[in-house]
């Protein structure tokens, strides 16, 4: 019975190995792409950096490929989101099931999180980094499924991470800065507002940490992507380390540093030393 | 602009991601921390009647193992006064039947007395009449030596024989 199944397994094996080796033998006889393309890679390059080439006519507006992106991203999660709400979160119960943990527990990490580092108001930017981490995570992720769209010069070109691109990570850094900045200015007047403004060099460097990180692992994949030499198994590996790390990554460092930067803008002020000193003295002299 | 930066574009990603917020707070986040928030407080508030509960056990046992406490040491009391009753009453029945076996000996006692002076003053008048028979006699018959000895020697013999 067991040199059954291992003769079975080594047939398997010898079969998937002629496969492979057919396939690579065909792709030589053929002949590899002589690598004739429209753009050279250094123009693939510079175009995933700057987009200035590959753009997107939206409702009469030309835009960077990434702002759809950011759109296919909200829209999914958004549609996502409201079923969840309509179909699963009513169904909850107290013992969870595999589903309903998923969801507790992501919502809890966002939420311990926020606890941890701005113990003072904890609630409104737990719901925050919520949105912010699942939007980073998820149009992270979404440059793997390798969606099209058509540009303006009738070519087609892949949908990126909305992140990758520089306004889109502008916009994260900048509305998490302004985020940063309403709840100092709430919680604590002037005073909180102006303690934030002292980091004015905090939406610039988000934003920045955002678009460098995320656009690294755009660069890596246009490059192998580009050359068909590069094409086998080492995908895999790039996926994985541009992709799928980045997106936790990026998530868990925005998140942590909007939590901590909203927890010190909202805490409440400290008493002056000075006052509590004199009020110490005063003490001891009515006891003495 | 530097890198392409275009704000049209950046307010875009802006409204994009203000719009994905606020659905995802009222959608998503809101409704699961409100459940989460139900579910702890009632774990809490099962916690709190458990710990109430057991509290209550505990001052229960505490009653009862004071009560049982007191009836052991109220047995103990009332075990402990009927040995002593148990126990005068045996004196009590020794003491008598002490008495009674005394008085019966000093009963007996003077019976025997009585008997035996009796016995020793029946003997006693036995003798007298034996000695007041050896009289007559000697009295009677002649008297000689051969005579006086044998008489004597009758009395002793009778006396002997008396005895």
């Known amino acids: 019975m067991k040199n059954e199944k291992n003769k079975g397994k080594r047939t398997l094996l010898i079969v998937w190995l002629i496969l492979i080796a057919v396939l690579v033998s065909a792709i030589f006889a053929i002949g590899l ?3 004739e393309k429209e753009e050279t890679i250094t123009e693939v390059m510079q175009d995933g950096v700057l987009h200035e080439e590959n753009r997107v006519n939206l409702f009469g507006l030309i835009v960077n490929p990434a702002v759809i992106s950011g759109f296919v991203v909200s829209g999914i999660l958004l549609v996502t989101a409201a079923l969840i709400r309509i179909f699963a979160i009513p169904r909850f119960t107290y013992v969870p099931g595999k589903f309903q943990t998923v969801l507790e527990k992501t919502v809890e990490f966002f939420d311990g999180l926020a606890h941890a580092n701005s113990p003072h108001k904890p609630n409104f930017v737990g719901a925050y980094i919520f949105a912010a981490g699942t939007y980073v995570c998820f149009s992270t992720l979404f440059e793997l499924l390798g969606l099209q769209v058509l540009t303006t010069k009738g070519t ?21 800065y302004l985020f940063i900045l309403g709840g100092g ?17 905090l939406p610039i460097s988000m934003s920045f940490r955002l678009f460098g990180a995320l656009l690294s692992g755009l660069l890596v994949t246009e490059l192998v992507y580009y050359y068909v030499s590069l094409s086998f198994v080492l995908p895999v590996v790039v996926g994985v380390l541009f992709t799928l790390l980045h997106a936790v990554i990026q998530t868990y460092v925005l998140c942590t540093l909007v939590s901590i930067f909203y927890g010190e803008a909202v805490e409440p002020p400290k008493p002056k030393e000075k006052k509590v000193k004199e009020k110490k003295i005063k003490h001891q002299k009515e006891i003495a | 602009m530097p890198l392409n930066i275009d704000f049209v ?5 802006m409204l994009n991601f203000v719009i994905l917020f606020g659905g995802l707070t009222l959608l998503l986040f809101k409704p699961i921390t409100k459940f989460l928030n139900e579910r702890k407080e009632y774990y809490e508030n099962l916690e709190a009647e458990t710990a109430q509960k057991v509290a209550e056990a505990d001052r229960a046992k505490e009653e009862y193992e004071r009560r049982l406490s007191a009836i052991k040491t109220d047995m103990a009391h009332l075990a402990q006064e009927q040995e002593q009753e148990m126990a005068a009453t045996a004196n009590a029945y020794l003491e008598k039947a002490q008495g009674k076996a005394n008085q019966i000996i000093a009963e ?27 009289a007559k006699k000697l009295i009677a018959d002649t008297s000689t030596p051969e005579r006086d000895r044998e008489l004597y020697d009758e009395f002793i013999k009778a006396t002997k024989e008396e005895n």
Do not use: R, W, Y
Request: proline share 5%.
């Open chain 1, 33 to 35: 792409p002589s690598g």
């Open chain 1, 156 to 176: 087609s070109a892949p949908l990126p991470a909305p992140l990758a691109d520089i306004n889109g990570a502008i916009a994260m850094g900048v509305t998490s």
């Open chain 1, 185 to 201: 200015i709430v919680h604590n007047g002037v005073k909180g507002g102006l303690s934030v403004l002292k980091d004015f060099s």
């Open chain 2, 9 to 13: 574009q950046v307010l875009i990603h």
């Open chain 2, 108 to 134: 007996a006692e003077k019976t025997a007395k009585e008997h035996k002076a009796h016995i020793l003053d029946s003997a006693q008048s036995d003798f007298s009449e034996l000695v007041l028979e050896a």
